[in-house]
């Protein structure tokens, strides 16, 4: 018997790019001319009351470009990649279902690449490694934890921060635990779901300090719509704690600290915007190293254009089909 898996499923669009480079207004602008449906691939979205540090989209949008994958879980739990392609396979399917064609926007690009290439079969956490790493961390610092993952793992000690905790006790975990590295692991990925037919773009303002310059400014406006209150209602809570992925989402972490007392305001603003910036970054490091994407510059007056003719090009083909 055949597998129907296999067939061709119809077009998936992937529109990646760093923070704060306006994809959720072109996706927007896109599904108000097409049968677009909009997935979000965003691990901070995923979470309700997470609305203004997120960038999420107003209600008013929710309701007029209903997003997938957009408020579905609570800031206590947590979400992963492999949940993520669960998400996504099932909105997809959906989508072509329905005759429409399914575009997952965000800047989350471990999301992107566990959909289209798959996901290593990594070891589950180990609290007690874990509860030891940062013991570790505690005394010698998280760069020095990063200067050790860059002997034994240099290509995803590329990826990470020098003080990116979190991804560097999961890449020393993981060699600790199995003595390969995360490297490794992908290198030996195998792509889960045969049929679907991605179409990558990414889209990119090509002057890298404009992007920061608006990174600086959404923060600032993100601070003037009431974000901090927005950090406040959660840091209320107490089921929540730093150590969380939703309070550790960048914005969210910086003002944590500063509830906790321990950065002054203006200061977490700074480091706010500086995470965010270093965000982005990586989120460049990602793309680049994606040979099958087309690149649009968001900056060019005729970026929107060309995207049009894109997302005109794949309807029409979808149309055919």
């Known amino acids: 018997m ?3 898996r296999a067939k061709p499923q119809g077009p998936v669009v992937l529109l990646m790019g760093p923070t704060g480079a306006g994809k959720t207004d072109l996706a927007l602008h896109l599904a108000a001319r097409w049968p677009i449906d909009i997935v979000s691939v965003d691990s901070a979205m995923v979470y309700r009351g997470m609305n203004i540090g997120t960038g999420k989209p107003s209600p008013d949008v929710l309701r007029r470009f209903p997003h997938r994958l957009v408020d579905i879980l609570d800031p206590a739990e947590a979400y992963s990649a492999g949940q993520f392609v669960r998400d996504a396979r099932q909105a997809i399917q959906e989508s072509h279902g329905s005759g429409r064609i399914p575009l997952l926007v965000g800047g989350t690009m471990l999301y992107f690449r566990a959909l289209r290439q798959g996901l290593a079969e990594l070891p589950t956490a180990n609290p007690e490694l874990r509860s030891a790493i940062d013991a570790e961390a505690a005394e010698r610092g998280w760069p020095a ?8 793992d240099p290509v995803s000690a590329a990826r990470i921060q020098p003080n990116d905790g979190q991804r560097i006790q999961r890449a020393l975990e993981v060699f600790r635990l199995t003595g390969r590295t995360l490297t490794d692991f992908h290198a030996a990925t195998v792509t889960p779901e045969p049929g679907l037919r991605f179409i990558s773009y990414a889209w990119v303002p090509g002057d890298r300090d404009r992007l920061y310059d608006a990174i600086a400014r959404r923060f600032a406006a993100m601070m003037e719509a009431g974000l901090l209150a927005e950090v406040g209602d959660l840091h209320r809570r107490e089921d929540l704690h730093s150590r969380l992925p939703s309070i550790r989402s960048v914005g969210y972490r910086q003002l944590w600290e500063h509830l906790e007392g321990t950065v002054p305001l203006q200061q977490a603003i700074t480091n706010a915007i500086v995470a965010t910036r270093h965000l982005a970054r990586r989120q460049l490091v990602w ?15 005729s970026a929107s254009a060309l995207m049009e003719r894109e997302i005109d090009s794949i309807s029409n083909v979808r149309g055919s089909a």
Do not use: P, Y
């Open 2 to 4: 055949k597998d129907d």
């Open 145 to 152: 934890m990063h200067a050790e993952l860059a002997r034994i």
């Open 287 to 301: 793309l680049r190293a994606d040979a099958d994407v087309k690149w649009i510059d968001a900056l060019e007056s």
